[in-house]
């Protein structure tokens, strides 16, 4: 099944502590972006990536890092987690031009 | 600033009527607009894309038209049915190559029996 999978779906945590969120795509496609959902804003970019080792910020990177070391892989980094970084986060990925496929959401709260 | 406004921002309607959804957007350079069903819980689904030279696009029950001379697309959805209770979101994105898509903030829609 063509799926893009998320790990985990929730975590509580607290300011500091490093955190990775992991998204893994099973549909080989060349374009993957993390996106954060925080309610009356609605979705925003964080960082994309179009192939691997191509890595771009989008409109909210602050605070946030990534790697594509591998065509299916795109971990989202928190290297010092503040408590403004409390949101649902969404992985998608897509062939160029072609509608994403998104996760079903990493839900993270940072105390 | 490319921005995408939706509105209404809720909707309630009766199970079998039909309703439209409105997406204004000042997003440039435009490649493509695209409409997105959002489940609670769940990640958005795409439902239908429309490029610069398309104005009607259908899928199933949905359908979305695109003026790109006013920057407007409305998302039409006929004869509801309690499973279309979700957000639904416009996305456009910039032109092609750049991969930057611009989110609007979703009309959420109550389906009632």
């Known amino acids: 099944e063509a799926q893009v999978t998320q790990n985990p779906r929730y975590l509580i945590t607290v300011t500091g502590k490093k955190l990775t969120v992991t998204c893994s795509q099973n549909?080989?496609?060349?374009?993957m972006s993390w996106y954060r959902q925080d309610p009356g804003l609605g979705l925003r970019q964080i960082y994309y990536s179009m192939n691997v080792e191509v890595t771009d910020k989008g409109d909210v990177p602050e605070g946030y890092k990534v790697s594509r070391k591998e065509k299916r892989n795109f971990p989202l980094i928190l290297e010092s987690p503040s408590p403004n970084q409390t949101s649902l986060y969404f992985c998608?990925?897509?062939?160029?031009?072609?509608?994403?496929?998104f996760g079903d959401g990493t839900r993270l709260s940072i105390l | 600033k490319n921005q995408v406004e939706q509105s209404p921002q809720s909707l309630i309607i009766l199970e079998g009527k039909n309703c439209t959804l409105q997406c204004n957007y000042t997003v440039s350079p435009f490649s493509n607009l695209r409409w997105y069903k959002q489940d609670t819980g769940r990640g958005p689904v795409s439902l239908t894309i429309?490029?610069?030279?398309?104005n009607t696009k259908s899928n199933g029950r949905y359908t979305a038209t695109l003026d790109a001379d006013t920057k407007q697309s409305s998302l039409h959805i006929t004869a509801s049915q309690l499973s279309d209770s979700a957000s639904y979101i416009c996305?456009?994105?910039?032109?092609?190559?750049?991969?930057?898509?611009?989110f609007g903030t979703g009309t959420r829609l109550k389906v009632l029996a």
């Open positions: 998608a990925s897509s062939r160029v031009g072609q509608p994403q496929h």
């Open positions: 429309m490029t610069f030279s398309e």
């Open positions: 549909m080989n496609h060349e374009y």
């Open positions: 996305v456009v994105s910039l032109r092609e190559g750049t991969y930057k898509y611009i």
